[in-house]
């Protein structure tokens, strides 16, 4: 079955012929604001004035179809970048979705969640108490996001991408896992941490080419990890106590596998948290750059919050032995006890203190003005669409996707969303 999605390039032409003109098709809101501002809103004008009527200020709704009609449509670059978006969004849905079903608060807002699997709930609630009711508020963020993307791209008359046909990925078989097809893989996770310290650092990897940033947890840089049960044997020997889990007791294993989602969230999180920006530079109208500035703040919360979480983990060192597992080692240290700040600031990004959550100013434009707290990377080549889908391909997100249509349609998606360039 073909990808239900219109690529800005395949149907739409190249991207420099595309973006030359806007989207002809508006919404018919749109082109009645537009009869409005200009033949409609003048004869009611000229009447106001021939009845010595000169109204001081616009009635609410006229204000807000004015301050609307000032954009600029929008154009094929537009939505090149809403559906990569979208699309990203349904990975990061599915991710969630499975951490949701055997961490997260069991409820009924969050779809197709269960009783959840206690014992792996409790092993994340030594990173912090309130780990199951931030897992399952970051799930259903993530699934109003690809929700709302998906239905404003219809409202204008543009297909949104679906995915559903490359839902192949297995389950976990743990208790409290859903037996349905996935789009990602959470049980041979490569992890990059390097954000840890790219964030305590004065250096910044679009202005500082070349620059280092140190690991955090250097072994889960390397290896297959899982986040998440792969089976009641992950769980097996730890013994849970329902009823006060400051009782309970947790293999090395369980609070490996914990401690790896923890960094996991953040890792997600952080880029999210890049993308939003990055392609917000290059979109033309207003609403759609409204909707960016919108959500990728939210992802930036989403990151502040798991990157705190995750400092808490304790120090072991565990490998990955038994049924299913990798033979991958992971040591987890305390990183509380970390290197801090110092004076000067080191420029080899080795800066790893715990509580150092806020982004430490850095370099940014020229070397004239001086560091500012932002957020780093926002270029294209680091942190654009493409930089986005590839580094989850190497976090080992799909290992088992057999469909090359699925990386077909997201290089896609991302090319044609990172080709958008802003038209006024």
Do not use: C
Not at 190 to 195: P, R
Not at 299 to 307: A, G, N, R
Request: hydrophobic content about 40%; cysteine-free; overall charge negative.
């Amino acid at each position: 079955m073909k990808v239900n999605e219109v690529s800005a390039t395949d149907s739409l032409g190249t991207p420099a012929e595309s973006e030359k003109t806007a989207l002809p098709r508006q919404p018919r809101s749109m082109r009645r604001r537009a009869f409005l501002k200009t033949g409609g809103l003048a004869a009611a004008s000229v009447a106001a004035i021939g009845a010595g009527i000169l109204p001081t200020r616009m009635s609410a709704q006229a204000l807000s179809d004015a301050r609307r009609n000032d954009r600029a449509p929008i154009t094929r670059g537009d939505i090149a970048v809403l559906k990569f978006l979208q699309a990203l969004e349904q990975v990061e849905a599915d991710l969630w979705q499975q951490y949701s079903e055997l961490g997260g608060t069991q409820d009924s807002e969050v779809s197709g969640v269960g009783a959840g699997n206690p014992a792996y709930a409790q092993a994340l609630q030594l990173l912090d108490g309130d780990m199951p009711q931030y897992i399952h508020d970051n799930t259903d963020d993530e699934i109003s996001h690809a929700r709302f993307l998906g239905n404003f791209l219809e409202s204008i008359g543009e297909s949104a991408p679906n995915l559903e046909e490359f839902k192949q990925l297995p389950s976990s078989t743990a208790d409290g896992a859903r037996q349905v097809g996935r789009l990602t893989n959470l049980t041979q996770l490569t992890v990059d941490t390097s954000f840890w310290s790219r964030y305590r650092s004065i250096t910044n990897p679009d202005f500082d080419p070349g620059a280092p940033f140190a690991q955090a947890v250097p072994s889960l840089n390397s290896g297959l990890h899982t986040a998440i049960p792969r089976s009641n044997d992950d769980t097996a020997g730890s013994v849970i106590n329902l009823q006060d889990p400051t009782k309970s007791t947790f293999t090395d294993k369980l609070k490996a596998i914990a401690f790896t989602a923890g960094f996991h969230f953040a890792f997600i999180e952080q880029g999210g948290t890049s993308l939003y920006p990055a392609l917000a530079q290059n979109v033309t109208n207003l609403e759609v750059l409204r909707i960016l500035l919108s959500i990728g703040p939210a992802e930036t919360m989403h990151f502040q919050t798991w990157q705190d979480k995750a400092g808490n983990a304790l120090p072991l060192t565990d490998v990955d032995n038994g049924p299913g597992g990798t033979g991958a080692s992971v040591t987890f240290t305390t990183l509380a006890n970390a290197q801090g700040e110092t004076d000067p600031e080191s420029l080899k990004g080795d800066t790893l203190q715990a509580n150092l959550i806020m982004p430490e100013p850095t370099h940014f434009l020229s070397k004239d003005l001086p560091p500012v707290a932002i957020i780093r990377p926002t270029s294209d080549q680091l942190g654009g669409a493409v930089a986005s889908f590839k580094s989850f391909m190497d976090d080992g997100l799909f290992i088992g996707q057999k469909n090359p249509e699925f990386f077909r349609t997201m290089f896609r998606l991302a090319r044609d969303a990172d080709a958008a360039r802003r038209q006024i």
